[in-house]
């Protein structure tokens, strides 16, 4: 069985982070396993509380996987600090880590911020030129890129430059402020677009976190990196159109909504019996 990891912060919600990135990986097919970086205090309403792990700690949660059970591939959300992005760094050059989908998550579906201010130039010096792939959105693809982006044209141009800089491929993600659901992935001088249907659901609380952990998912199973940005955009149309409805804010999508079988039955439906 493939495997993969990912390194992020946790939700204590289960809808984004840690938790979302597990159950799509699972959902995927791979064996998923988590080093976390920070505990939240968070739910569909927001961000209350963030408490970082320590960058010793995490090197040690990283030491203890790659030691044991080497990730076919890994990705990175959630990284709020400079010492931690430093330390995670640091041990994926020493073990030569592969298939890294770098989510840049500055700030929550919410609106809340979930990095430190001083930690961006040390993710761009430290973790970009590591990763396969990575993957923002359109606002932060404005940070990284420093141009405005209102259409499909200024999203080639912003793509182009961050690449440039940073030598990995980009995936920026249109979403609804530029258009329905277009993606844009440029890589070694050669755009690749991504075209979907917006669904009408407003329940988008860890889209970006399911689309990385679902790209590292398939790159760990041997897809390229386009067929892995086309399956794992195809897994969060079906996330999406599953239509969970659950908190009083901006909710969870169903990852399990493919889950069929024995185990995924409620009360009511037809059973074996169960011997107690």
Excluded at 24 to 46: D, H, R
Excluded at 110 to 137: D, H, Q
Excluded at 147 to 170: L, N, Q, R
């Amino acid at each position: 069985m493939r495997t993969a990891l990912t390194i992020a912060g946790s939700d204590c919600s289960g809808g984004a982070g840690i938790q979302a990135d597990l159950k799509t990986m699972t959902m995927n097919g791979v064996y998923a396993m988590s080093a976390i970086t920070a505990l939240t205090a968070q739910n569909t309403t927001g961000v209350t509380g963030i408490v970082d792990i320590s960058p010793e700690f995490v090197k040690q949660q990283l030491e203890m996987i790659f030691e044991d059970i080497y990730p076919d591939a890994v990705k990175i959300g959630m990284v709020s600090s400079a010492p931690i992005i430093e330390a995670i760094a640091e041990e994926l050059i020493k073990y030569k880590a592969k298939n890294i989908v770098l989510d840049p998550v500055m700030v929550a579906t919410s609106g809340s911020a979930l990095m430190e201010s001083t930690a961006l130039s040390t993710l761009k010096s430290k973790l970009f030129p590591l990763a396969r792939v990575i993957t923002p959105n359109i606002l932060e693809a404005q940070t990284l890129s420093g141009i405005s982006i209102k259409d499909e044209a200024a999203m080639s141009k912003a793509a182009k430059i961050i690449y440039e800089a940073h030598g990995c491929a980009v995936l920026l993600k249109g979403g609804h402020s530029v258009n329905d659901a277009n993606d844009l992935l440029y890589d070694k001088g050669k755009e690749n677009w991504f075209y979907g249907k917006r669904i009408n659901n407003p329940n988008t609380h860890g889209t970006g976190c399911t689309l990385s952990s679902a790209i590292a998912a398939n790159l760990a199973k041997g897809y390229t990196l386009e067929e892995s940005v086309k399956i794992s955009k195809d897994y969060i149309s079906g996330a999406l159109l599953s239509m969970l409805d659950l908190g009083k804010g901006s909710g969870p999508m169903n990852h399990a909504f493919d889950l069929k079988g024995e185990y995924a039955k409620e009360v009511g439906h037809e059973q074996e019996n169960i011997n107690i």
